[in-house]
Each structure stands twice: as C-alpha cells, then as structure tokens.
C-alpha cells in the first residue's frame, strides 16, 4: 500500500496544475487527486490480475462476473489503503464522476508504461478526447 500511495505522489508530480483543473475539476482537492490517482493504480493492478486468472474466451455472464469481482477487489483494496469502511470507499468510487476519472486515469498510466510519452500530454490527450467518446457512445455501435 505504500508503493500506491509513492506510485501516486510521483504521477502526482509528472501532471501540470492547470492539466489536473481540466481533468478532475476546480473543485477536486488535493486529496481527491490523491485518491483518484491511487484508485487507478490499484484499478490497473487489480484489471491485470484479473485477467491473468481467467480465461481469455468470456461469454456475456462471464464478463459480468470478472467486472463485478474486480470492482469488489478494487474497493476492498482502496477501502484498506485509505483507512475506511468499505461502504464508504464504494460510495466513493462508485459516484459517477469520480468513477470516470479513475477509468480514465487507469488508461492513462497503461497507454504511459506502454509509449513513454509524458504522463500530462496524455492525460491532456484524454480530456480533450472526452467529447468524442460522449458522441460515439450516445451514437452506438456501428
């Protein structure tokens, strides 16, 4: 849990102030930022080992299973690094503001360990790619 929260510090750091406002809001303190950042760390772990222990052919049921247990891994996870109740790091993670910026971080850090490409670019990149994803997802497929 320690590497988290050093994990995060040091993302943290790589992120300019005025990326981070774009990203998560005014109004998102410090601490959310933290949080944010650690709950994608953890997203991203827990996503990796979650698919090394399950096979790579999932039928529809299957998926839901692998999602619904990650999401529990991943609150459980986050509730014992941040000191709370489970509940309550699930209401946390759960509201859909907060939800969407840690997905979104998660693929981030995967898309930097993957380019090396600077870790505030690509989280710009992301912003910036929100009103085209909000399209297409409203569009559906095809």
Do not use: C, K
């Not at 410090?30 to 979650?50: T, Y």
């Not at 710009?124 to 909000?134: F, I, L, S, T």
């Amino acid at each position: 849990m320690a590497d988290t929260d050093g994990a995060a510090a040091a993302y943290l750091e790589q992120l300019r102030e005025d990326t981070m406002r774009r990203a998560w809001g005014e109004e998102a303190s410090a601490e959310d930022r933290r949080r944010i950042v650690s709950a994608a760390i953890i997203f991203s772990r827990q996503f990796d080992e979650s698919l090394e222990d399950r096979p790579g052919d999932l039928d529809e049921a299957g998926a839901r299973r692998l999602l619904m247990d990650l999401m529990n891994r991943v609150v459980r996870e986050f509730a014992a690094q941040e000191g709370m109740e489970t509940g309550e790091a699930a209401e946390f993670l759960g509201e859909v503001g907060t939800r969407d910026r840690v997905l979104e971080f998660s693929e981030v850090l995967d898309e930097h360990s993957g380019s090396g490409t600077p870790l505030d670019e690509l989280l710009r990149e992301a912003v910036d790619g929100r009103r085209n994803r909000a399209f297409r997802a409203r569009r559906g497929p095809g």
